[in-house]
């Protein structure tokens, strides 16, 4: 009968020399492997006389274990680096990654313009599409019957409703339903019966901002725009206000910002009228304050280089993956 | 508008080049769309603010020019000086002051003319007018130098000597000067004679009347009319023209006289003319003219700015107000050219404009605090958005209008519907009822350029009808999902199916924290008999999913199966459960058992999981399917349906006994309730 402990000695002392994963590969297979030393005492069980048997079993499989273990913990030691190589492993071939969608440019432009003003003390709010004349038009001070109404042609539907042809609608059922001092952003869809092109879409989006309180002038107005384009922008963006006129506010101003070589109109804003306070119920010598809409898609294509709007509306994922 | 600088310098000193008068115009509010330059003129291109039809002209243009800088201006010559006499005299009536407040015109008898003088034609095209003769280059002429429009008369073609600015009859009829034969309504201002309608008042002159190089004497027409019913005549005739422009924006009431002798003046000056009327004349010019109050306060209340006393004078004054008043108020009249200044606000704008917007400093408001307030709608929006991505879905956004036809095909919302009489494109002219048209086409579209794993979401509302009331909008949440379900190479290759939707739809829902939601089938048309799934909570329905139908597939041209599925979130937002404290981790260890049942092909695994609910109670923590198969060993009719069940006590550590015995009352009740057998190796064992 071999003597076990001089066997777990060799092998300590065999191990003890060798320096890489190959020499530790020849030492397994000189003792673990099918003809290995350990494999051929297991073969001589059956010659050990009987009452031994069990005993001597005992005695090899705590060998075996010690000597595999002896085995990993050299083989631990050399660290992944020079552990055995699966020469069959393709490390090259694709990861398994988890799938992930993504938001549409649109709303990642409402949610990048809303969080700065939400910075600025702005609230968000939603407002109908459906609307009626009053919202759309009378409380806004755009009289029936005006020329004035033609820069906001209009869908109706046939209960006599309208699709809202902007986001100022909201202004007034805010105000409405709230005292002032309010500082909301509104955004959502707006209806044009625009002839569809690369920069007109009878659906597009709108954000509609407002701030209303006992003091805000219209050099603040000015202030909050400068800093709003500057965060969406860069800090260096320029920016210029020309007068322009919308019923619903005075002073009106058309703001542009530079563009390559160019000026560019990015947002419409002015003082509130006072005639849009006394229609929803607001005292104009009391209350002050100015508004502002700008459209979604417009500021998307600049920011993403988009040439064509109706790129928004396809859907087509090779677009929307690159948002 | 277009506007010639040459024109300009008659009545302003320009000096500097074009593109500072450009920059000048577009700060002063007349915003310069283009920069045109000809031989030996340039030419801009002004979008004018509905609010300022004195800037419809080169006087009024050059007026403002004069406003902004405080240079000369003059404007050119009208007096005539001749003897007012003719032989023939009209009569006007203008019978409906709410329509044609004033009406005036003067006949020029016996009028030789030759060319049009070269500047004048080369003004006009310049301007977008085509020459025609000489008188009618006047009129057209002093439209454009002056904002008021006029019309001349071939003087021997109207019959009688009454002419009458009035409502039409309806059916009354005229050929316009274009030639087109219009049916006129009781809302149109005609100028008739004693015949009939001679021209569609403010609008378009009449055929035949028309002058042309015969003409010898002429009735030159110079008028007011109410600026809202020349609006809706010209949309309602679809004739837009010069004069409608600017009559429905409203022209200058004192200027109706002055244009009109204007072009007596220059008809004269090119024209031999024997005799020329005096003014014939009905209604009075409705010059108005508002005195506005304005306190210094309060520009700088709303502009946040002090502008010295005397330069708010100086521009106002420039501006053509009468500015008179000391100390802390001003009184000031407008010009009967600017029907826009009515209130202080009013004068504030011009001042700021004159001042300069962009020397306003800039400052950021003292802000109030507001109580913070979150949208629930929007917050549900924005994690439903995160949870959609986060599933490999893309957002999609899709027009609110859609086609009617698949809607009718698919008999859906048949009654409430909300739709558009004046829709731009015929067909889509309904406010869409639910969300698939949009997802439908776009997987339509992505399947056709080669896509193979089209996943996309959409966050919009839905419209439906209420009768009078306004539409219901109902925010709603639908995705879509068709092509591959396989994630990787490692995977192996499969189809989307049914259970993906659901496990979506499942996940969803446990993530915002819906509960106690029930099933039942859904029997519309748009899916699959069978494979449509309505979920309710509180027996209200909150959405749908499942496979869409063939019929649906057909009419969005998908040829692969796509599932679908939709949801309410102003539903959803009512029954999120706010208040979930947690559970306590379980302190004991759980004893998993397989088992694997051959099953009628009819019985549902929910009906084998609800029985072994019931038979468990508590102890089965948790229920699995792990596995589903038909064919091979398993007879016909039957399905092998194996489960893995969880039991796990909350008090104890639970002894093998006691869990064999309750797996084997299961599999007992289970064979006795539903037939549920054993797999025949399993038995032998």
Known sequence: MTDL????????????????????????????????????????LGSVPEAERPRFGQALNKLKEFVEAQIRQKEESFGTKTTRI????????????PRIGGLHPITQTIREISDIFLRLGFEIVDGREIETEFYNFTALNIPLDHPSRDAFDTFYTTRGHLLRSQTSTVQIREMENRKPPLRIIAPGRVYRPDEVDASHSFMFHQIEGLMVDDRATFSDLKGVIHLFLRKLFGKNIQMRFKPHFFPFTEPSVDVDISWGKAWLEILGAGQVDPAVFEAVGYNPKKVQGFAFGLGVERIAMLKYGIKDIRLFYENDLRFLRQF | MRVSLNWLKDYVPLKGSAESLSDLLTMAGLNVERLERTADDTIFEIEITTNRPDWLSHIGVAREIHAVTGSRFSIPPFQVKVQRESEKSFKISTPDAN?????????????????????????????????????????????????????????????????????????????????????????????????????????????????????????LESAFFAPSRIRATARRLGLGSESSYRFERKVDPAGVDQARERAIYLITKYARVKRISSVFKGGKPPVKSAKILLQYSEIKKILGIEIPQAKVKSYLNRLGLRVSGKGKKISAQAPSFRADLLRPIDLIEE?????????????????????????PILALEQQVRSLCTSFGFYEAVSFSLVETAPFDQLGLYPNDRTRLVNPRNKELSLMRPNLLSGLAQAVRRNLAVGETD??????????????????????????????????????????????????????????????????????????????????????????????????????????????????SLEKILTLIKKDSSISEIPKFPFSPRDLTLILNEAVKAEAIIARIREMAGELASKIEVFDHFMGGQVPKGKKSLSFRIFYQAKDRTLQNEEVNQLHFSIIDSLHKSLGAELPKAKLET
């Open chain 2, 99 to 219: 329509f044609c407040p004033y009406y005036s015109a003067v006949l020029l008898e016996g009028v030789e003319w030759g060319k049009t003088p070269e500047f004048m034609k080369k003004r006009l095209e310049a301007c977008g007018i085509r020459s025609i003769n000489l008188i009618v280059d006047i009129t057209n002429y002093v439209l454009l130098e002056w904002g008021q429009p006029l019309h001349a008369f071939d003087a021997d073609r109207l019959h009688g000597d009454k002419i009458s600015a009035r409502h039409a009859q309806s059916g009354e009829k005229i050929i316009a000067i274009d030639g087109i034969n219009y049916e006129l309504a009781k809302d149109d201002i005609v100028i008739a004679d004693a015949k009939g309608p001679v021209a569609i008042g403010g609008v378009m002159g009449g055929k035949e009347s028309e002058v042309s190089h015969k003409t010898k004497n002429v009735l």
């Open chain 1, 86 to 97: 699966d020469s069959v492993f393709d490390s090259t071939l694709p990861g398994v990654r």
């Open chain 2, 351 to 375: 001042i700021a404009r004159l001042y300069g917007y962009n020397k306003i400093p800039e400052t950021l408001p003292l802000m109030s605090p507001i109580e913070p307030r979150i949208n």
């Open chain 1, 5 to 44: 402990t001089a066997l777990r000695e060799e092998v300590k002392s065999k191990l003890a020399e060798v320096r890489d994963s190959q020499a530790l590969e020849e030492i397994r297979v000189f003792y673990l492997g099918r003809k290995g030393k350990v494999a051929n005492l297991f073969r001589e």
């Open chain 2, 454 to 567: 089209v996943r996309l979401f959409e966050v919009g509302n839905r419209y439906l009808d209420s009768g009078n009331q306004l539409p219901k909008e109902e925010r709603m949440l639908g995705f879509i999902l068709s092509g591959e379900g396989r994630l990787n190479w490692i995977e192996k290759k499969r189809h989307v199916s049914f259970y993906d939707i659901k496990g979506i739809v499942e996940e969803l829902l446990s993530q915002i924290g819906v509960q106690s939601i029930e099933a039942k089938e859904d029997t519309r048309s748009i899916f699959r008999a069978g494979e449509g799934i309505s979920l309710l909570v509180k027996n209200e329905q909150i959405g749908c999913y499942g496979s869409l139908s063939d019929k649906v597939r057909k009419i969005y041209d998908i040829e692969k199966s796509t599932f679908y599925a939709e949801f």
